[in-house]
Structure formats: C-alpha cells, structure tokens
C-alpha cells in the first residue's frame, strides 16, 4: 500500500513569513496525525482528527497555527506568522482507528522547516 | 513535565554484539509501549510493542522487555547489524485516553559498527 505523503520535503522562510503543509493519509486510514519534531527531542503531537473532525489539539498553539482535514482526507497544516523557535521537522501519520493498539501507526516522510 | 525519558542519547556497538537501549516513564497510567526507528530524512517507522500486562514482546532479532515496578523498559537486538544504525524511540500511550496520542522520548542514536 502507499504510505503516507507529506509535501514540501524542506521549506525555508523568514520569521513572520507564513507557511502551509500538506498531508495525504494512507487510504482508509481514519484517524491523522500531525507532530512536531525539534532537533534533539522526540515528536509531540500537535493536532489529531479522526476523520474531519479534531480530537485532540490540546498541544496546538493555536495563536499561530491552524489545521483542517478537508473531507476527511488530506490535510493541511498552517504557520502564520512563523516564529524561529517552529523550526523543527512537521510529521504526518495515520491510522485506521482511533485506538494505536500494539502496531502504532504510519508515519510520512516529514517537511524539515528551518525559519531564519 | 518529561514523561517518557531515554537518557542515553548515544550508543555505539560492534556488529554481532547485543545493543540494549533503555527507556524510563514516570506515568503508572501508560498500557502501551512502542518503540520506533528513524533513519535520517525518513519518518519514524514503527518496530514493536509490548502491553502493560505483559513484561516481554519477541520479534525475530527485537525484544522489548517492560519492568512496571521500576517504570522501565529496554529494546534488545541481538545480534545487531550495521543496518540497525538509527535513531530509536520509545513512546508510550495512556490507558483510557480517547486518543491515539503517543508520547515520545527524546531518542538514542544506535551506531553498529562493522
């Protein structure tokens, strides 16, 4: 089966500039993930949706970044306006369901941001 | 608040040996734990899992075990290869969350040296 999709691979900007990452779930796959990854430290979720609709955004800043699963697919996720400390890897995963049981779940490539 | 912590950031062994990597919580409330690898430019990709009513997990060359008594938990490879070079996590979830959120440690970077 496909894994899941992230685009872009890298994205540069300058702090105040606004960015956006895109997500494609394996097919089927209800429940998405976004997480973000400092240098140095492990991944900590940003936002999780179980089909289109958010179930946990707790860890979000949600002054600065936004997301969407549009029609329970795709997703998108927002910067604006970047600050230098969200310079980090934004990783994308899914999952059947909403429980990861004892097989975790699948994650993408990542989109490495450096903001300058 | 580091729930999860693996405190070796580093560990380099020669192939064959045994790499044993650790990983400590502090959360009695976690019932899964995972451990992942990651190799440079890639994502995370998922190696095993052990359940909090068990205290061991064997998968080919891979075996977790889990001491809850001393919130602890360790990855074997044995033998290792060059090819198990990468970095690994161990993340665990919390028991009766409505979510599939996993919490992460910071990593160990596994050198295996030919």
């Known amino acids: 089966e496909a894994g899941v999709a992230q685009s872009p691979r890298y994205k540069i900007i300058e702090k105040r500039q606004s960015v956006a990452f895109w997500c494609n779930p394996i097919s089927g796959h209800a429940t998405l993930y976004w997480y973000q990854q400092i240098l140095g430290q492990g991944p900590k979720l940003l936002i999780q949706?179980?089909?289109?609709?958010?179930?946990?955004d707790s860890q979000l800043p949600k002054d600065r970044f936004s997301a969407e699963r549009l029609k329970g697919v795709d997703s998108t996720l927002k910067i604006q306006p970047a600050k230098l400390e969200d310079s980090a890897v934004y990783l994308c995963a899914s999952s059947l369901g909403i429980q990861v049981l004892g097989y975790g779940y699948t994650f993408g490539s990542g989109t490495r941001l450096t903001v300058v | 608040d580091q729930q999860v912590k693996q405190n070796s950031p580093s560990l380099s062994v020669q192939e064959g040996r045994i790499s044993i990597l650790n990983c400590d919580y502090t959360?009695?409330?976690?019932?899964?734990f995972l451990w992942y690898k990651k190799y440079p430019a890639e994502g995370p990709t998922f190696l095993i899992s052990i359940s909090s009513i068990k205290d061991k997990n064997e998968d080919g060359r891979f075996t977790v075990f889990l001491n809850k008594s001393a919130k602890h938990l360790s990855l074997h490879i044995v033998p290792s290869q060059p090819g198990d070079s990468a970095v690994y996590f161990c993340?665990?979830?919390?028991?009766?969350?409505?979510?599939?959120?996993?919490?992460f440690g910071q990593g160990t970077t596994l050198q295996v040296k030919p």
């Open positions: 949706f179980q089909n289109n609709g958010v179930v946990d």
């Open positions: 993340a665990a979830r919390r028991f009766s969350s409505n979510t599939g959120k996993l919490i």
């Open positions: 959360n009695s409330m976690f019932d899964y």
